[in-house]
C-alpha cells in the first residue's frame, strides 16, 4: 500500500506559479503510476495530468497542457506537479493519485484506474 500527501497549494494571482507535491509512504513507489486529478465545486473530479512509473511517460490535460508539468523523484517518494500561468479556473482541490503497475510506460486519464488517493491541496487563483 500507499499512502500519499499533497502540499503546496494556497491563494495566488492569476499568472503566478505554484508547485505542488504529493508525499508517498512505501518502499516500492516506483512501482506505481501517479496523477494528478482536481474537483472545484460543483464540478465532478477531472484529470490534470499523469506519470508513468519510470518518469519517462507524461500526459496531460489539454486545459493545462504547456503550463504545467509532471515529474517524479523515485529517490525521495516525490511526485510533483509545477503550474505556471495560473488561472481563475485553475481553483480547485489537488489530488494525488496512485496505482501499482507491472508496467513502466503506461499512464492513465481515469478516476477508477487509480488505487490510492491523498487528501487533497486547495488551490485558489484570484483574478
Known amino acids: 500500500q500507499v499512502q500519499l500527501v499533497e502540499s503546496g497549494g494556497g491563494l495566488v494571482q492569476a499568472g503566478d506559479s505554484l508547485r505542488l507535491t504529493c508525499a508517498a509512504s512505501g518502499r516500492t513507489f516506483s512501482s506505481y503510476r501517479m496523477g494528478w486529478f482536481r474537483q472545484a465545486p460543483g464540478k465532478e473530479r477531472e484529470f490534470v495530468a499523469a506519470?508513468?512509473?519510470?518518469?519517462?511517460?507524461?500526459d496531460y490535460a489539454d486545459p493545462v497542457k504547456g503550463r504545467t508539468t509532471i515529474s517524479r523523484d523515485n529517490a525521495k517518494n516525490m511526485v510533483y506537479l509545477q503550474m505556471n500561468s495560473l488561472k481563475p479556473e485553475d481553483t480547485a482541490v489537488y489530488y494525488c493519485?496512485?496505482?501499482?503497475?507491472?508496467?513502466?510506460?503506461?499512464?492513465?486519464?481515469?478516476?477508477?484506474?487509480?488505487?490510492?488517493w491523498g487528501q487533497g491541496t486547495q488551490v485558489t487563483v484570484s483574478s
Open positions: 506519470i508513468s512509473r519510470s518518469g519517462y511517460n507524461t
Open positions: 493519485a496512485a496505482r501499482y503497475t507491472a508496467i513502466s510506460t503506461v499512464t492513465s486519464r481515469t478516476n477508477g484506474e487509480y488505487d490510492y
